[in-house]
């Protein structure tokens, strides 16, 4: 059995852009990927609201090679919840995927959700939102001060060194 050292670096890269943040892990049931296929799942969780969620991602793996078939985020709360998808799929597997889909008599094979389906991409664009929806929220600016907010300050300070 061959160790795919690609696969394995595709697999740090997964987990570094989900800040490893991996909420569960079963086997892959359709046979395409062969008998060692296993899918993670990593959440992002809207705030306040625990059972909802903002983001997920997936990445299905061969346990024993490493070797990854594919990796896709979705995005529940992009377009005021409409929500959107992205996946990648490996080159070699993408065809042996397609087929076991028209065999199992799934129509959609690329359907993520509801009416939203996945936009198949490359690799680096899929991480690259996944690091986007699972990294730290943006800090808030501190607003500027007004130049009459500036002038009492200078001035307060003007006065406490005068008392010194």
């Given at each position: 059995?061959?160790?795919?050292?690609?696969?394995?670096?595709?697999?740090?890269?997964?987990?570094?852009?989900?800040?490893?943040?991996?909420?569960?892990?079963?086997?892959?049931?359709?046979?395409?990927?062969g008998?060692?296929?296993?899918?993670?799942?990593?959440?992002?969780?809207?705030?306040?609201?625990?059972?909802?969620?903002?983001?997920?991602?997936?990445?299905?793996?061969?346990?024993?090679?490493?070797?990854?078939?594919?990796?896709?985020?979705?995005?529940?709360?992009?377009?005021?919840?409409?929500?959107?998808?992205?996946?990648?799929?490996?080159?070699?597997?993408?065809?042996i995927?397609?087929?076991?889909?028209?065999?199992?008599?799934?129509?959609?094979?690329?359907?993520?959700w509801?009416?939203?389906?996945?936009?198949?991409?490359?690799?680096?664009?899929?991480?690259?939102?996944?690091?986007?929806?699972?990294?730290?929220?943006?800090r808030?600016?501190?607003?500027?001060?007004?130049?009459?907010?500036?002038?009492?300050?200078?001035?307060?300070?003007?006065?406490?060194?005068?008392?010194?």
């Amino acid at each position: 059995m061959k160790f795919d050292q690609c696969g394995a670096m595709r697999i740090n890269r997964f987990f570094n852009a989900c800040q490893f943040r991996i909420s569960d892990s079963d086997k892959f049931c359709w046979g395409c990927y062969g008998n060692n296929a296993q899918i993670l799942d990593a959440t992002v969780p809207l705030k306040n609201k625990p059972r909802q969620f903002k983001a997920g991602a997936q990445i299905i793996i061969d346990t024993a090679t490493h070797t990854v078939f594919e990796i896709s985020v979705a995005d529940y709360t992009w377009n005021k919840g409409k929500g959107r998808a992205f996946k990648w799929y490996n080159p070699e597997y993408s065809l042996i995927h397609d087929v076991e889909a028209a065999r199992r008599g799934v129509e959609h094979a690329d359907q993520a959700w509801d009416n939203v389906n996945y936009k198949r991409t490359n690799e680096a664009t899929v991480l690259r939102h996944i690091k986007s929806l699972f990294g730290p929220a943006p800090r808030k600016k501190k607003k500027k001060a007004s130049a009459p907010r500036k002038l009492a300050k200078a001035f307060k300070r003007k006065k406490a060194v005068g008392r010194r």
